[in-house]
Nanobody, 119 residues
Framework: QVQVVESGGGLVQAGGSLRLSCSAS????????MGWYRQAPGKQRELVAT???????SYADAVKGRFTISRDNAKNMVFLQMDSLKPEDTAVYYC?????????????WGQGTQVTVSS
């Protein structure tokens, strides 16, 4: 099992910045991708950004140029720097850790951290 814990959410005005952190612990071997997803009220969970162990990065179009994902493999942590925040970024943000063992993938999720952007 892998335990995933996020931190860093909060309330910020439009145009402001927040930095989310996520730490993975437990059986943390063969971790491949780490990333961030978000879910706004009444909407499905959606991808925000992912980063592979080798450094390959993907961003949702809605956050390109404003959010930056980074990773510390030695500490099994992933970060999301969010700049120029907009009210539509308001959501619960979830950290995802994907473990790959014997050609199978296992997803682990944190409990989520609330990000609220006021206009």
């Amino acid at each position: 099992q892998v335990q995933v814990v996020e931190s860093g959410g909060g309330l910020v005005q439009a145009g402001g910045s927040l930095r989310l952190s996520c730490s993975a612990s437990g059986n943390i071997f063969s971790i491949n991708a780490m990333g961030w997803y978000r879910q706004a009220p009444g909407k499905q969970r959606e991808l925000v950004a992912t980063i592979a162990r080798g450094g390959s990065i993907s961003y949702a179009d809605a956050v390109k140029g404003r959010f930056t994902i980074s990773r510390d493999n030695a500490k099994n942590m992933v970060f999301l720097q969010m700049d120029s925040l907009k009210p539509e970024d308001t959501a619960v943000y979830y950290c995802n850790v994907r473990q790959r063992i014997d050609l199978k993938s296992y997803d682990y999720w944190g409990q989520g951290t609330q990000v609220t952007v006021s206009s």
